[in-house]
């Protein structure tokens, strides 16, 4: 039978415990050190890059020009500034494909405030659209460059890098394959690629980004693949359905969940006609009903009366949203009328279940990778006769072959830490296994300039030298000399 009782207990003094620290003089084994090879080591191999040979027409020149996109105000009658990137490269394929320039005139625009060209045009100029309610406005031409800019540099005829001709000619290759692509954060993404969904109403899709590369007696078209998650282009409201799995009211683990996913997502509205972005920041467990505007109506009656929207989904909560870029505005919206704005990136951690929905993430086998990046540049097609930009600058590339390069992949050293024993080599680390070893001292250390004017940074490389003696020391590298 057990007892309440409690016995008289004496709690012994606590030993406190201490790392253990020999009282004798240790005697350290030496850090073992790497073999000098008897012989040329490695296997050799030939490797293939995601490198391409390419090239452009010699001395053509390069022109760009300020500009900006304009439309008449309906109200006011007069002319403002475009905002927004799709807009302006709409009203730019208008203006183009309705004879606003010469037809021997090639253009190429980055969708902002820069229009390219192989031609001298006249500026300032207003082109206007057909039906004469928007403009592009020439403003001035800002600088002019040449391929031979590029040129020079790889004959070694040049020090300055061609940042200016390389990046309008990067964004010409974007162009030419404009209204087959997507372009987000420089990433492209073909419209005509099925998107693989991931659970919860994600989607992943397949793209590259592309770069142009200078170096030594050649130019080269580097591709690499890339699987980006993006949210779907539909209603808020079936976002939210598909993701809980059923056509009814998420509950309030739901809303919360909803509200971490969905944080910063970008939303169009019906009562601007699809038009005016909001941001979310979260769903608020309030119906329409309960809340109410500055006037006192209700979200309900304010749509109805305001917007002629009648609501009919009046069960589900609101979210809390904000203009971009005025966080100190909140106000609400039901969910019905909002609709996700398309091609928006998915930057947050994928859930246990999203993950669970996956196949197992692995290291894409040699030959995977060949073929996709293969299979995108052929899907470029940058030598087609009917690509007219890149025949404008003379572009053309070798897409039969990446570049390959002689190497040696170098064998896994052996390394002896005693008789009959050798070191366990983890990807270049040598674990110490609970050892204590010697530390090998650096005898010399040198630090070298590969500028052209050495006196012009003395200063500058006296101040890194000391920084270095004095991170060194933060981290107790033991000096005995001063670096010279």
């Known amino acids: 039978?057990?007892?309440?009782?409690?016995?008289?207990?004496?709690?012994?003094?606590?030993?406190?415990?201490?790392?253990?620290?020999?009282?004798?003089?240790?005697?350290?084994?030496?850090?073992?050190?790497?073999?000098?090879?008897?012989?040329?080591?490695?296997?050799?191999?030939?490797?293939?890059?995601?490198?391409?040979?390419?090239?452009?027409?010699?001395?053509?020149?390069?022109?760009?020009?300020?500009?900006?996109?304009?439309?008449?105000?309906?109200?006011?009658?007069?002319?403002?500034?475009?905002?927004?990137?799709?807009?302006?490269?709409?009203?730019?394929?208008?203006?183009?494909?309705?004879?606003?320039f010469a037809p021997n005139v090639i253009v190429w625009y980055d969708e902002q405030k820069c229009l390219y060209s192989t031609s001298q045009l006249s500026s300032p100029k207003l082109i206007h659209s057909p039906n004469g309610q928007s403009r592009l406005n020439i403003k001035s031409l800002a600088n002019q460059w040449s391929t031979d800019d590029i040129?020079?540099?790889?004959?070694?005829?040049?020090?300055?890098?061609?940042?200016?001709?390389?990046?309008?000619?990067?964004?010409?290759?974007?162009?030419?394959?404009?209204?087959?692509?997507?372009?987000?954060?420089?990433n492209c993404y073909f419209l005509d690629e099925v998107a693989k969904p991931v659970g919860g109403g994600l989607y992943e899709r397949l793209g590259f980004v592309q770069s142009l590369n200078l170096s030594s007696r050649r130019i080269t078209l580097s591709i690499q693949t890339k699987l980006t998650t993006f949210y779907p282009e539909m209603s808020l409201l079936d976002f939210v359905h598909t993701h809980i799995g059923g056509k009814r009211v998420p509950n309030e683990y739901e809303c919360k969940k909803l509200s971490r996913i969905l944080k910063?997502?970008?939303?169009?509205?019906?009562?601007?006609?699809?038009?005016?972005?909001?941001?979310?920041?979260?769903?608020?467990?309030?119906?329409?009903?309960?809340?109410?505007?500055?006037?006192?109506?209700?979200?309900?009656?304010?749509f109805k009366n305001e917007k002629n929207i009648q609501l009919n989904q009046t069960n589900y909560p609101c979210v809390q949203v904000y203009l971009p870029n005025e966080y100190d505005k909140p106000c609400h919206l039901p969910l019905e009328v909002c609709r996700i704005q398309p091609w928006q990136v998915y930057d947050k951690p994928l859930s246990k279940a999203q993950e669970a929905q996956q196949p197992r993430k692995y290291i894409p086998k040699p030959y995977e990778r060949y073929n996709a990046i293969m299979n995108m540049l052929r899907k470029c097609d940058y030598n087609s006769r009917s690509n007219r930009l890149c025949r404008e600058v003379g572009f053309k590339i070798d897409d039969n072959q990446m570049l390959s390069l002689n190497a040696r992949v170098l064998t896994q050293p052996q390394i002896e830490t005693g008789p009959n024993s050798r070191a366990n080599v983890r990807i270049g680390r040598i674990p110490l296994d609970g050892h204590l070893f010697t530390?090998?001292?650096?005898?010399?250390?040198?630090?070298?300039?590969?500028?052209?004017?050495?006196?012009?940074?003395?200063?500058?490389?006296?101040?890194?030298?000391?920084?270095?003696?004095?991170?060194?020391?933060?981290?107790r590298v033991d000096q005995y000399k001063s670096i010279e």
């Open 1 to 100: 039978m057990a007892s309440n009782k409690q016995s008289n207990y004496i709690r012994k003094e606590r030993i406190p415990v201490s790392s253990a620290i020999p009282s004798v003089k240790l005697v350290l084994s030496s850090l073992p050190g790497r073999p000098a090879p008897a012989q040329r080591s490695g296997q050799s191999e030939s490797l293939l890059t995601n490198h391409f040979t390419c090239e452009f027409e010699k001395n053509l020149p390069l022109y760009q020009y300020d500009v900006a996109i304009e439309e008449l105000g309906s109200i006011s009658g007069e002319w403002y500034e475009v905002k927004g990137r799709t807009r302006c490269a709409l009203t730019m394929q208008s203006i183009v494909s309705n004879g606003g």
């Open 151 to 186: 040129q020079n540099y790889i004959a070694g005829k040049a020090e300055e890098y061609p940042y200016d001709a390389v990046r309008i000619l990067e964004t010409l290759l974007k162009k030419s394959l404009q209204g087959r692509i997507h372009v987000v954060n420089n």
């Open 264 to 302: 910063n997502c970008l939303v169009v509205t019906q009562q601007s006609n699809w038009k005016q972005v909001f941001e979310i920041d979260q769903f608020d467990k309030r119906r329409p009903s309960e809340i109410t505007i500055e006037s006192g109506a209700t979200l309900i009656e304010y």
């Open 439 to 475: 530390p090998k001292p650096l005898l010399t250390l040198a630090i070298t300039y590969f500028g052209n004017d050495i006196e012009r940074e003395k200063d500058l490389m006296r101040a890194f030298t000391d920084t270095l003696l004095q991170v060194s020391l933060f981290h």
